[in-house]
Structures are given as structure tokens and as C-alpha cells.
């Protein structure tokens, strides 16, 4: 298969910074958002508003119509919310792709909730013609950082381990490693579940219980995650790869992480609504945690650590009930 064009739907940070990783590679890439106003920014001044020092590359056609983004394309990435991905795929590809066959890239990181299926299951499922030809795209990956030119490894993942290697080879390049891997359900829930455990890490640093509560704090979420990930057919060992225990440190431990920035606003006391106004951009655990929890109870299993931030999250409930799940049971209650 050979892979000339390229389209990205999302000009988001991550998106773009994919996008110009591409570009410079040699590919031609189409690069598709949906906001008007970013887009408008992006055309006009050649450079993204919230990157520094990025100059959009020549051989990026922006665009906000999705059969222009897709004419004659050869592989397909999502940087989108994973909440509109579904109604994407439905609505707006589907009757575009007329049934061909194009590999998917999917580096949005959630699960949906009810049907509890990862991004890439649910783009097969409203795409049949695309079975095992979704890749989940995850691991340690601050867009910033690789606009910087930080050396980055990210996990692909898929069920056609070929396919896999092919494409890991399109989207490998200085800044850029990517490790291949067939536990494609795995990475995917290790990808969703960390948000949610960086929400949890930003809400002891709101409260101010420092690093050593944080340390504690990721040991047993990990433990939790590697729980949901085996009940859900994902591989043991991916708790402890990349898309796992990688990204978990990453996200939860650094300051421009959104999740552990939002979990940040709600333990310094914000409402939910209020800690996502001052984030600002979308903080994909948010999305995620009533998934996990929900998985976590059909399957019985012992998450004290991810069903308190779902407490937080979902119910409202004070940002010490985090602690006490921890065992620290006087915490919030003098």
C-alpha cells in the first residue's frame, strides 16, 4: 500500500503538531478543523496561535470541508474529541468514503460510555470496511514538546501487526519513535484510563498534600488500571508500557498536563464548570470517567482511586474523598 496523502481532522495542538511532523516527512497532508474562527487564524497568519514558533509547513493544505480533506487520501488520523468521533464517522465519512478501504489512525484518547467500546471499535463499528484497519496511537506525547523537537516514543497499536509496522514506519521520524504493538484494546483503555488518573494526581496538588500523597496516589491507580485493562482483554504488560505507566507519569506529574490541570482546580475547591472554563481546552478524562468507573462495578472489581474521582467528577463530592480512598480516612472530616 502506498501512502502519498495524508489527512489529519483536527487542528487542535496535537493535531497540528502531527500534522507538521508529517508535512516534513514529505507527505502531503490535509489538515481539517471544524472551528471556524482557528481556522480563519491559521490561514491567515500561516502560524498556530498557540504554538510558539510554528510556521505551518507548504505542504499542509488546511481546509474545514471534509470532502476536500479526504479526496484521494491514503490514511486517515483522528486528533478530534473522542465524543464526536462516533457522529463523525457516521455523518460525515461514511458517506463520503463510499466504502473504501483507508487505514485509521486514532491518537483521540476515551472510551464511550454504555457501550464501554474504545475510539477505534467504535470507528469500525460505524465503518464495517475498516475492520482491523483502526490504530491506536498513544503514549507519553506533549505536543509541545514535540514541536520542540523533545525526542518522543508513542505506542501504535493494531490488530494487523503488518499494517502496524507499515504505518509505524510513515509516522516514525526524528522527533519521533513509534513502538508498534498488537495489544490494541489495551493501549486504548491504558490511554483512557490515565486521564482519568491525572485528573485524580491534579486534584492532590489542588489540595496541597504535595508529592509523596501523589506518589501513593499513582502506585494504586496504576494497580487499578492494570485491573480494568486485563478485565477488558487488554494484555497485563501494557499497564507497564508506554500507553500505560508512560503516559500515567506524564500526565499526571507534569504542570501542562489539562487532566492533572483541571483535577488541580477542582482539589483547590472550583466546580467542575468553573475548572473547565479556566483550562479551557478539552481535558479528555473528564470524558472517560464515568466509563471506567462504570466498567469498573459491571466487573467487580476494587478501584477506591478511580471511583473517587468519579465522586469528584460526577457527584460533586468534596476533593478529600480522594484521600480517604487512599486509606487517609480523617482527611476533610475536621
Keep these: 500500500m502506498q501512502i502519498n496523502k495524508i489527512t489529519v481532522f483536527g487542528a487542535g495542538i ?3 503538531v502531527i500534522a507538521q511532523h508529517l508535512a516534513q516527512k514529505g ?12 481556522l480563519n487564524v491559521l490561514k491567515t ?20 470541508n471534509v470532502a476536500e480533506a479526504v479526496d484521494n487520501t491514503d490514511l486517515i488520523i483522528f486528533v478530534i474529541s473522542s465524543k464526536a468521533i462516533r457522529t463523525f464517522c457516521r455523518e460525515q465519512l461514511k458517506p463520503l468514503l463510499h466504502g473504501k478501504v483507508v487505514p485509521v489512525v486514532s491518537a483521540s484518547k476515551g472510551i464511550e460510555d454504555k457501550t464501554f467500546k474504545t475510539i477505534c471499535e467504535l470507528v ?37 501487526l503488518q499494517l502496524v509496522q507499515q504505518i509505524a514506519e510513515v509516522m516514525s521520524g526524528d522527533p519521533i519513535l513509534v ?20 485528573i485524580g494526581c491534579g486534584v492532590i496538588d489542588g489540595i496541597g498534600d504535595g508529592a509523596n500523597a501523589k506518589a501513593a496516589l499513582i502506585t494504586q491507580a496504576l494497580q487499578e488500571m492494570n485491573q480494568i485493562i486485563v478485565s477488558q482483554g ?56 464515568q466509563s471506567v468507573y462504570d466498567i469498573a462495578r459491571k466487573n467487580h472489581l476494587n478501584t477506591p482511586i478511580l471511583d ?4 469528584i467528577i460526577c457527584q460533586g463530592k468534596q476533593p478529600h474523598v480522594l484521600l480517604q480512598a487512599m486509606g487517609f480516612v480523617n482527611r476533610g472530616n475536621k
Design 179 to 198: 513502538v508498534p504493538s498488537q495489544d490494541r484494546r489495551g493501549v486504548e483503555y491504558g490511554g483512557g484510563i490515565k486521564n482519568v488518573l491525572a
Design 308 to 311: 473517587a474521582v468519579w465522586q
Design 124 to 160: 469500525e463499528e460505524e465503518l464495517p470496511e475498516l475492520q482491523d484497519k483502526v490504530l491506536a496511537f498513544s503514549g507519553p506525547s506533549f505536543a509541545l514538546e514535540v514541536a520542540q523537537g523533545v525526542p518522543t516514543k508513542i505506542m501504535l497499536a493494531g490488530k494487523d
Design 14 to 16: 496535537w493535531g497540528s
Design 45 to 64: 497568519m500561516g502560524r498556530h496561535p498557540n504554538i510558539p514558533n510554528f510556521k505551518i509547513h507548504d505542504n499542509i493544505r488546511l481546509t474545514g
Design 27 to 38: 507527505y502531503a497532508v490535509s489538515l481539517w478543523e471544524y472551528n471556524e474562527q482557528l
Design 234 to 289: 487488554g494484555a497485563p504488560d501494557t499497564v507497564y508500557s508506554l500507553a500505560g505507566f508512560g503516559d500515567a507519569i506524564l500526565t499526571g506529574m507534569s504542570a501542562i498536563s489539562r487532566n492533572r490541570r483541571l483535577g488541580e482546580k477542582l482539589g483547590a475547591g472550583l466546580s467542575l464548570e468553573e475548572a473547565k472554563k479556566q483550562v479551557g481546552t478539552i481535558a479528555e478524562g473528564v470524558n472517560s470517567v
